[in-house]
């Protein structure tokens, strides 16, 4: 671990921070807090040897909430609009669009390779609260598109802003299933770089501290990219199927397997989407067409 701050700590996580694994932070206070839960296995030897009071999620995905169930004593808390997908498996499947995308057992697949469990939420905070937790007080910023509820938390004293999900990765913004929403996710970036934060911790890159500004733009401009591509491919129309086997989500040297290809193809959808609302693209039964 390592200390931010005299009462904030960096968990690092394992395989540097990639999937099913997350950075997260550990805040010893007046309560001992976690912000979000999947730091693997030698990390949660060391914290669970001292009672945790409180879990702080993110959001509902199961690479942060993964480990909220070694802590049964401990409250959970988590924006209202993740909440019921951390509450119920069914609901997260639904928050995922599994169903809606033919994958429903690729889901359920799923959830049962990374041995998920659902998890109570005590408490629901919006945009703008403060969690207080004795010396140490974190401002909610709602920041959603990659999932409805996802949030980032900032402490103002050091600069620092905790922004999850908002990972500066090189790969760009998650959006590849039915509750995301790229409109939002724009905002949310841009939201970031207004805060002119000192230090960002990042559940999958960590600790960013050079060129904040430069590295929140550079992964915003990852969307429009990927938007450019997509408007670039429709010169001849094609139904999301086709556009599916572009791969210009994962990129081409990606080999999807049945449960990536859901995601790509969801990706997609969600461009579509937004160049729909944008008058940029029509549909026409299955297939898509720029106007």
């Known amino acids: 671990m390592i200390n931010l701050t005299d009462r904030i700590k960096f968990i690092e996580a394992p395989n540097g921070g990639r999937f099913p694994y997350c950075h997260c932070l550990l805040i010893e206070d007046e309560i001992r807090v976690l912000i979000d839960s999947s730091f693997g296995k030698e990390n949660l030897e060391q ?36 909440a019921p997908a951390i509450r119920s498996l069914d609901t997260f499947l639904d928050y995922y669009g599994f169903k809606d995308f033919d994958g429903e057992q690729i889901g359920w697949d799923f959830i049962e390779s990374i041995d998920l469990h659902a998890s109570p939420v005590h408490r629901e905070f919006e945009d703008g609260d403060t969690l207080d937790f004795g010396h140490v007080n974190l401002q909610v910023i709602h920041t959603p598109g990659h999932t409805p509820g996802h949030c980032a938390f900032y402490e103002d004293k050091s600069g620092l802003l905790f922004s999850a999900d908002i ?48 590295r929140l733009q550079k992964y915003l401009d990852v969307i429009f990219r990927k938007e450019e591509q997509i408007v670039n491919a429709l010169q001849s129309p094609m139904t999301l199927e086709e556009l599916t086997a572009k791969q210009i ?43």
């Open 47 to 82: 914290l669970i040897k001292k009672p945790v009071d409180l879990i702080v999620n993110s959001h509902f995905h199961e690479d942060h909430i993964l480990n909220n169930y070694h802590f049964p004593d401990a409250a959970v808390w988590a924006h209202s609009l993740d």
């Open 249 to 291: 989500i994962y990129g081409e040297k990606t080999k999807l397997d049945p449960f990536l290809r859901v995601f790509e193809k969801m990706g997609a959808y969600q461009h579509l989407q937004r160049l729909i609302s944008l008058n940029q693209v029509d549909q026409s039964g299955e297939v898509y067409f720029l106007k």
């Open 167 to 214: 990972d500066l990765s090189g790969f760009g913004p998650w959006y590849s299933h039915i509750c995301s929403n790229l409109d939002d996710f724009i905002v949310s970036i841009k939201k970031c770089i207004e805060l002119k934060p000192q230090i960002i911790v990042s559940c999958h890159k960590g600790i960013i501290q050079e060129d904040i500004p430069g």
